[in-house]
């Protein structure tokens, strides 16, 4: 379980060089942000967390690539590489604002179960954003009511959430939303490197 940690705490962080750790990357390891945009404040705050993103590592040995799998504003759900959030994140050629952290999930699955994961999230790629979606989360979070039917429009913690639940695997949720914060306190998501 990776322990609550506050703004300053992810600052102090020892950040390791994306390309000294990229080799030791795996599918399967959670990616958390902690941005310095206003919509990730407004997050940030709703949450009572430092975290306001949250994504899966996609990792494909073919090819050589690492990835993240995410449901972004504006965007959509979308596999992108994390050097893009290094070096050119929105092609601004500036790194994204903020902070990134990977963790690792410790539970031992099985392939089956790492491949129903993955393509579950591909099988969502390219699913508009529906820009109303955000303020209705908003409203969600602030009001802590869930979704009241089942939609196939995203925030990052639920496309997680659904994603490792197709692998067999369910993060409790305390209120009736998940958020970056409840799986980053799950018991069996451990803390590794921060990156950004």
Known sequence: MADKISKKEV????KVPYEKIRDYLKTGQVVFCSGSYLFSGIIQRLTKSVWSHVAIIYKDED????????????????LIPISKYLRDYQGKRRSYKGQMVVANFTVD????????????????????YDNW?????????????????KNRNYICSELVRDCFKKGG????????YISPQEIWEDENIVYKYRIL
Do not use: C, H
Not at 11 to 14: C, P, R, S
């Open 11 to 14: 600052k102090d962080l020892e």
């Open 63 to 78: 090819l050589g690539r690492v990835l993240m799998l995410e449901a972004e504003p504006f965007v959509g759900i979308r």
């Open 133 to 149: 979606e955000i303020l209705r989360i908003m409203i969600r979070i602030l009001f802590k009511i869930g979704k009241r039917e």
């Open 109 to 128: 699955l099985e392939q089956e179960d790492w491949k129903n994961i993955i393509s579950f999230g591909l099988d969502e790629l390219t699913r508009p």
């Open 169 to 176: 695997y369910v993060f409790q949720m305390k209120d009736s």
